[in-house]
């Protein structure tokens, strides 16, 4: 039986230096759920998806993915460094650069993960890779190295290694922003196949079209704080707070 709430945050703070970047951050997130972080750039979107990966720890609050918990307060003993590769092997993050391995071809790429983490057998490794490469569309582009391949097709490698984890949440930092417009699309629709099948999945995109479609609930943040959350279509189409008026206008009056 899968759990309801897959996702839980309560009270998570961030600073750097002097500059808070997160204050307070309380959220839950079911089961199967797609939730797009939206808000203007240095909103503290992605500093919130790399405490939730512990690339980046807090200084206070509490973060629960399935059955793993965290307590980041004063008093709390921090997660150790084989604590946390093992957390993060469960919780799949796609970066907004692609981060290949250059030196590996497609295929090696998406192998690596399940045979140096999972310590799986290298048959078992080649199989989970060329079936991930099938469902990003690519397994044409096992042999070649990341060197020949377009930013989208990247992109499409590096979802395909985080899959291959096995992971049961998929993190997207701005998956799409460091591609060319016409690339946007074929990673989109990688990602709309994950949500159909029931990723749970948090996405923090500038995408607002896709997140309107795509995503159950919207957050929208400002300043370090989540402004308003609510079902995709409501926010971005009939938001409550003036600062989400105002960002989303900028889009509206785009389209």
Not at 28 to 49: E, M, N, Q
Not at 157 to 169: C, Q, Y
Not at 191 to 213: C, K, N, P, S, W
Request: aromatic letters at 6%.
């Amino acid at each position: 039986m899968t759990e309801p709430c897959k996702i839980e945050v309560a009270g998570l703070r961030k600073s750097f230096g002097s500059l808070t970047v997160l204050h307070e951050i309380s959220l839950k997130i079911d089961t199967g759920s797609v939730v797009a972080l939206i808000g203007p750039s240095g909103s503290g979107k992605s500093t919130l998806l790399r405490c939730l990966n512990l690339l980046v720890l807090p200084e206070a609050g509490r973060i629960r993915i399935g059955d793993d918990i965290f307590s980041f307060d004063d008093g709390s003993k921090l997660p150790s460094a084989r604590e946390q590769a093992r957390f993060r092997s469960n919780t799949g993050m796609v970066f907004q650069h692609f981060n290949l391995f250059p030196h590996m071809t497609v295929l090696q790429n998406v192998m690596e993960g399940p045979l140096s983490v999972r310590n799986k057998p290298k048959v078992e490794a080649e199989a989970i890779a060329r079936k991930l490469l099938d469902k990003v569309g690519l397994s044409e582009k096992g042999d070649v190295f990341p060197n020949k391949l377009s930013g989208g097709q990247k992109q499409r490698v590096a979802i395909a290694r985080a899959l291959a984890m096995e992971p049961s949440v998929m993190l997207f930092d701005e998956a799409t922003s460091a591609l060319d417009p016409e690339l946007v699309g074929e990673v989109l629709n990688v990602m709309r196949a994950l949500a159909a099948e029931g990723m749970t999945m948090i996405i923090v995109t500038h995408e607002i079209g896709f997140a309107r479609e795509v995503a159950d609930r919207v957050i929208f943040m400002r300043e370090g704080r989540i402004v308003e959350e609510g079902p995709a279509r409501e926010v971005i189409e009939t938001p409550k707070e003036e600062s989400t008026r105002v960002f989303l206008s900028h889009f509206h009056n785009r389209s």
